[in-house]
């Protein structure tokens, strides 16, 4: 196995830190396919689509990776860094050993040796994650079925899922990625700051194709009496868990609730099967910004109580003469410039 930098640890098992174009990606794969913190984002296809390049801390035995931890690198100006892509909401290690989180540790010290700057790393829910702080994600579980999970829902969210049904025609999957496409660049993508969308919109088709193809993903739309789409909700699913994973809609008919009334439909379809519904690209942490806190997670927090625990973590080993005029950048954008 080819590897840039290697721990030995517990049985002798060797952490090794390899880049992307060395990793063996059957075996990564398999790895994840195989361990009981499966998640669809760690896969080397969907790694693929949503870095520009990221590396894996792997341990191999038997001629199997038997544990995995993806590092998604960035680059600006020959400087890597750390942070979460698009369209990914939670990573961490996957693996089929015993005791796996015994080897966060050498996976940390491999990567933050050859990686100084971590703006955001967020682990899973399924694993154990020491010195990690802890975010907050929201769930809700589908087996307890629709009526109960309808009566979690504050008592405004309910008024507008029924308002909701009275003002929109009945919510189709009908996998529309281009109506959601025109749907995100002309309302959502502005709202959030973002001016040149075109390659998170080529990002986004290329991704959403592919996860039509291997049947993980469903497209919700509504449209108005003119045939207009004005609104699409997007879930993906792996193994027992599906992801509220992305949603837009025409802010002219923002009355009309649209997405909630996906949101319900969806409920209604799914509710009583052994299955999770994860919100989480909303995950809370302490990093979390003022309007994420007033419009996205007040939102969601009237939709369901169920709470998870999400690990994260962050480090800044930066040399003083590249991390003073970094953070100082920083704290203009986020203290003057973004308020």
Known sequence: MLCFFCVKNKDNLKVALIKRKELNTKLWDDCIDTSPQSLLFAYSWYLDLVTQDWWGAVIEHDNQYVWVMPF???????FKFIRMPLFTPEL???????EPSFFLKD???????KVPYCIDYIGNSSGKYPDFQWGEDLSINLSNGYEHIISKFSKTKRKNVRQSMKRNNTPIMDQNIDGFLQLLRR?????????NDQQISIMLEELLTVLIKKKRLRIYSIYGENQEIEASSI??????????????????EKN??????????FLKEESEKPLFLHLGAYIQTP???????QEVRKHFEQLTQER???PYTYWNHLPWYINIPHQVKKFIFKNLINK
């Not at 961490?92 to 015993?98: A, C, D, M």
């Not at 979390?288 to 806190?293: F, G, K, L």
């Open 308 to 310: 998870v625990q999400i």
């Open 287 to 293: 990093q979390s910004t003022e309007t994420y806190e």
């Open 187 to 195: 309302f959502t993508l502005p709202k959030i700051g973002i001016t």
């Open 256 to 265: 009309k609730h649209g997405r909630l009334l996906i949101f319900n439909q």
């Open 107 to 113: 996976a940390l010290k491999l990567i933050k040796e």
């Open 235 to 252: 879930f993906v699913q792996h193994n027992s868990r599906w992801q509220y994973f992305l949603n837009t809609a025409d802010t002219y």
């Open 72 to 78: 998604p690198i960035d680059k600006k100006i020959n």
């Open 92 to 98: 961490g290690y996957f693996s089929t050993l015993p």
